[in-house]
């Protein structure tokens, strides 16, 4: 797969709230995810270590108000998509984000995710 057709396969996977398969099918297995600094997972490496943070995330969730995820934009080896996401968490009560993720694709797999948000007051 080209990089704009990874881009749209994630989206779709994303859209229908397939984030684990998104990752069984997309990521390479050295994939190094970014988180803003000082959060606490601001740096995983290797797709089972993300597949991990993923599933660990969607436990932490109690309701799901609303979930968005853009079209991609790609450019090159690389694209990326605004996510918005309102959510109850289970400890922390509902917070709404809006971040921007920006891919990195080699050979048609993902290599590299960093993530741009910040976190609510």
């Known amino acids: 797969m080209n990089t704009q057709e990874v ?3 994630l989206v779709q996977l994303c859209r229908e709230g397939k984030n684990v398969d998104a990752i069984n099918e997309l990521y ?14 601001e740096i995983t490496e290797g797709k089972e270590a993300v597949r991990d943070k ?14 968005s995820f853009s079209d991609a934009m ?17 400890q922390h009560g509902r917070m709404a984000m809006t971040e921007i993720a920006v891919y990195e694709v080699k050979n048609g797999k993902i290599i590299a995710e ?6 609510p007051a």
């Not at 050295?30 to 803003?36: A, F, N, Q, T, Y």
């Not at 599933?55 to 979930?67: A, M, P, T």
């Not at 960093?114 to 976190?119: E, I, K």
């Open 74 to 90: 790609v450019g090159g080896d690389f694209f990326s998509c605004v996510m918005e996401i309102d959510v109850t968490y289970k």
């Open 54 to 67: 993923t599933i660990q995330w969607i436990n932490s969730v109690q309701q799901v108000h609303h979930e």
């Open 7 to 9: 881009a749209d396969r």
């Open 114 to 119: 960093q993530f741009f948000y910040r976190m």
């Open 28 to 41: 390479d297995e050295h994939i190094v995810s970014r988180e803003p600094a000082g959060t606490p997972m």
